[in-house]
């Protein structure tokens, strides 16, 4: 049974960086053609996704927030981690994570507030 769990500090200020990791159990994350994103959900707005972490280490960006995210991972301990710099209370949000891109597992999510 594959399952996702985001860990990280609830609380962040701003012009700090948000760092992120979600712990991956029932699956590794480097199995053959695997990759596995984060996703945020911001009050009143839809889901955005921000990016991803092939199963070869490889990455990929929401164009929109690619000069401030950086997501790598720690295969031992088959868990990837999200870095968002810069943030401003525009960043908080419930963020997620997920595998794939039509995001067939998923996190229950991590609350994230940017607030000095």
């Known amino acids: 049974q594959v399952q996702l769990q985001e860990s990280g500090p609830g609380l962040v200020k701003p012009s700090q960086t948000l760092s992120l990791t979600c712990t991956v159990s029932?699956?590794?994350?480097?199995?053959?053609?695997?990759?596995w994103s984060w996703i945020r959900q911001s009050p009143g707005k839809g889901l955005e996704w921000m990016g991803a972490?092939?199963?070869?280490?490889?990455?990929s960006y929401s164009p929109s927030l690619k000069t401030r995210t950086s997501i790598s991972r720690d295969t031992p301990k088959n868990q990837f981690t999200l870095q968002l710099s810069s943030v401003t209370p525009e960043d908080t949000a419930v963020y997620y994570c997920?595998?794939?891109?039509?995001?067939?597992?998923w996190g229950q999510g991590t609350q994230v507030t940017v607030s000095s």
């Open positions: 997920a595998r794939g891109f039509d995001f067939n597992y």
């Open positions: 029932g699956v590794s994350i480097t199995s053959n053609y695997y990759y």
């Open positions: 972490i092939a199963f070869s280490g490889s990455t």
